[in-house]
């Protein structure tokens, strides 16, 4: 049973069509990862099921009491405070959690600045204080940028063992590897939906290439 249904959306901007009639469909516990060039509308189709964008056409249909958490690419910071007053909401059952996945990711001092952090810094605060948040369905849009590969290992760790439902964007076909659904984006439509099945995850990643190429995508600009 789905939990979201995407039903033929179609969102143009200006004179370019992002998505005609596409639909798909999510289920509890889905973890998803969609690879697309760039301009594909990747990062589009995370705000109209965050509810952040509304499709022209279509629409998204929720379970009821749904809980969406939603992390952007470029999260809006405050210019002000330090980094406990961004990620602490003084609620000790939370902020605990939040404290820990700091210093995983390598942040210790609560008491800095916010405005001194570097763009990494930054969004591995915004990382942090997302994931310790009450939610059903975790949208992340890549995630893995300012990681080091340490910490991108921790992260897909995390992210594979949480009991939740991902839709996650990435340029990086490895990260993506670990999920159990691929989306393809082309030309306003979705393609190739694929299913890891039984394959490790070695093997996976090589179809998820296949199809990339397939699809007539530079490498590059994909992954």
């Given at each position: ?111 800095v600045p916010f405005d001194t952090l570097s763009g990494g810094q930054k969004r591995k605060a915004a990382m942090a204080r997302a994931l310790s948040q009450d939610f059903d369905v975790l949208l992340l849009d ?82």
């Amino acid at each position: 049973m789905n939990i979201i249904n995407i039903e033929h959306i179609s969102k143009i901007y200006g004179e370019k069509t992002i998505y005609e009639d596409a639909s798909f469909g999510i289920q509890q516990g889905d973890k998803i990862g969609i690879i697309g060039i760039n301009g594909t509308g990747k990062s589009t189709l995370l705000k109209i099921i965050a509810g952040e964008e509304e499709p022209d056409t279509g629409e998204v249909i929720y379970q009821n009491g749904l809980k969406i958490l939603y992390l952007p690419q470029n999260p809006e910071f405050p210019r002000e405070g330090t980094l406990a007053s961004y990620a602490l909401k003084g609620d000790p059952q939370t902020d605990w959690q939040v404290e820990s996945y700091l210093n995983i990711l390598g942040i210790t001092d609560l008491a800095v600045p916010f405005d001194t952090l570097s763009g990494g810094q930054k969004r591995k605060a915004a990382m942090a204080r997302a994931l310790s948040q009450d939610f059903d369905v975790l949208l992340l849009d890549e995630p893995t940028n300012h990681l080091d590969m340490e910490m991108i290992g921790w992260l897909e760790e995390y992210l594979r063992n949480m009991r939740k439902t991902l839709l996650m964007v990435t340029h990086d076909a490895f990260t993506a590897s670990y999920a159990d659904r691929i989306l393809f984006i082309k030309d306003g439509k979705l393609f190739n939906e694929l299913h890891r099945g039984e394959d490790s995850r070695k093997e996976f990643f090589g179809r998820i290439i296949e199809v990339v190429t397939l699809l007539g995508g530079e490498l590059n600009d994909v992954l």
